[in-house]
């Protein structure tokens, strides 16, 4: 079954604490992975999407990697803030172009 | 520019009416998904509309769910009849075309009483 893991299910950390959420994939043929951000109530926001060609892409305090030959993809969040606080999930193109999820970390950053 | 948008964002519906769900993608986009997201479900795929394409309906959980995209533009997806298990959030995206970043529009809550 292809399949997309996140872990950890949940974390806690301090403001200004550098973190790294962790998404594993069952296929190292992906054309993309994506990481988005979903606040409570509300829709998904892209974050970041990195290419099968490329290792890594940054988008101000984050900055997501992507080794396709262990099926593995980290998002790192530097000095995290309290408005980060969302529940975080990557999602690649298993099979065609639609989207398979992982089943997301949610973080808390405590002010 | 504008995103994708989506209407109702909220929708109670008492078991057994036909409800219908819009989508509005980004203008230029070719690529739509329709995705749900229950609880104890994740985010699940549901159907996925390419340019002129027929459509991916793989994902569709039953045959009382269907989807139309009229003009390669908006995009309608019809539940008949509905059951409790229906209750979830049916979140539309969109993108450039396939394999592009996709974009997501708020969602429309669905609450089958």
């Known amino acids: 079954k292809q399949e997309v893991t996140q872990i950890p299910a949940a974390l806690s950390v301090p403001e200004g604490e550098n973190l790294v959420l962790n998404c594993s994939f069952t296929d190292s043929a992906i054309y993309n992975l994506q990481w988005f951000r979903q606040d409570p109530g509300k829709g998904l926001t892209s974050l970041l999407l990195?290419?099968?060609?490329?290792r890594e892409q940054t988008s101000g305090r984050l900055n997501a990697s992507l080794d396709k030959s262990s099926g593995r993809s980290t998002l790192y969040i530097a000095a995290s803030q309290p408005g980060d606080s969302a529940t975080y999930l990557c999602?690649?193109?298993?099979?065609?172009?639609?989207?398979?999820f992982g089943e997301g970390t949610q973080l808390t950053v405590n002010p | 520019g504008a995103g994708v948008s989506q209407s109702p964002s909220n929708k109670v519906t008492e078991k057994g009416k036909d409800v219908e769900l819009r989508c509005d993608p980004i203008s230029g986009h070719t690529a739509l998904y329709w995705y749900r997201q229950s609880l104890g479900q994740g985010l699940e795929f549901l159907i996925y509309?390419?340019?002129?394409?027929?459509?991916?309906k793989s994902g569709l959980p039953s045959d009382r769910f269907s989807a139309e995209r009229t003009g390669g533009s908006v995009s309608t997806l019809t539940i008949q009849r509905t059951q409790q298990e229906d209750s979830a959030v049916y979140l539309c995206?969109?993108?450039?075309?396939?394999?592009?970043?996709?974009?997501f529009g708020p969602g429309t809550r669905l609450t089958v009483t």
């Open positions: 999602a690649a193109p298993l099979r065609a172009s639609r989207l398979t």
């Open positions: 990195i290419q099968s060609s490329q």
């Open positions: 995206a969109s993108s450039f075309s396939a394999h592009y970043e996709q974009y």
């Open positions: 509309f390419q340019g002129n394409s027929a459509p991916d």
